[in-house]
């Protein structure tokens, strides 16, 4: 319907066509996550036999858990994603600093570094990678895991950190200069306060990044040092998929990143504000 023949929707027809297009992408959205805790909880006999009746079970959770490769593969997940979090925003965090407010050789070329790495998918990263981690014994190990991550971190996430430095106006920083603050001593008790918002949102991108992560995963680990998105794929076998064991551990996989985010929901809006 159109108003003077221009060819407009009315103001009514529009926001009931942002409301259903809304609603599809919610729904588009939700259905998946919720037919997988659905599986979940439903036996392996059920997973394809809705109609058979509503029957549940929280054997699936008992018996994914039951295996001592998948408590491992949380215990890893979890130590590298926090590591790997935490050394990368000990660089990221000068770096986006540096970035921001110093120009000079050194600034330029880290700048171009950065620019010129994320240029490059990090897919291509995989085979080199694997065989320096073999030719250097890390392979399958917590460092040779943690090295490909932080470097990933650094690239992508100085660059948001800059952006999160350049919202903060230097002013306040040039009055810690002229009451006797050095460089790092303005950086430390006024810019870097002022950006602790932007920090933990950053913290809780890349926890979440480095939780989810699949193909470092698959290709740098084995054995010794199992990861949870791998672990999760195993569960197709030659005899098939186990649809109800691989649904209960994506659920207890979405759990810690669920809870995180409810807890940091808050630093994350005010950080990506910023």
């Known amino acids: ?5 221009s060819g407009v929707l009315a103001p009514g027809w529009g926001r ?3 409301g259903l297009a809304i609603t599809a992408i919610t729904l588009l959205m939700i259905f998946p996550v919720a037919w ?3 599986t979940a909880f439903r036996p392996a006999s059920g997973v394809f036999y809705v109609h058979r009746g509503i029957e549940f079970t929280l054997g699936n959770f008992a018996e994914a858990l039951a295996k001592p490769e998948m408590q491992a593969s949380f215990v890893n997940s979890g130590v590298i994603a926090t590591l790997a979090t935490v050394f990368s925003l000990a660089v990221t965090i000068t770096s986006g600093y540096m970035l921001s407010r110093f120009r000079g050789a050194a600034s330029s070329v880290w700048f171009g570094l950065i620019y010129l790495f ?10 080199p990678l694997y065989l320096l981690t073999q030719w250097m014994g890390i392979l399958d190990t917590y460092l040779g895991l943690l090295l490909p991550h932080i470097s990933i971190h650094i690239c992508f996430f100085s660059w948001i950190m800059k ?3 350049d919202g903060i106006s230097p002013e306040m920083e040039y009055a810690a200069y002229i ?3 050095s460089h790092w001593g303005a950086f430390f008790r006024v810019a870097l306060p002022l950006a602790v918002p932007g920090i933990v949102a950053l913290f809780i991108l890349s926890w979440l990044y480095t939780w989810n992560e699949f193909l470092f995963a698959l290709i740098l680990t084995g054995s010794r040092t199992p990861m949870l998105t791998v672990r999760m794929a195993q569960f197709v076998n030659e005899t098939g998929i186990e ?3 691989m649904a209960a551990t994506a ?4 759990g810690p990143a669920l809870v995180v985010t409810i807890f940091a929901q808050e630093y994350v809006v005010k950080g990506l504000r910023l």
């Open 251 to 254: 659920v207890m996989a979405i």
């Open 118 to 127: 994320r240029c490059i998918p990090y897919i291509t990263w995989v085979i």
């Open 163 to 165: 952006g999160f430095f």
């Open 36 to 38: 997988m805790v659905l």
């Open 16 to 18: 009931a066509f942002f």
């Open 1 to 5: 319907m159109s108003r003077g023949g």
């Open 179 to 181: 009451d006797g603050c």
């Open 243 to 245: 649809w109800h064991l």
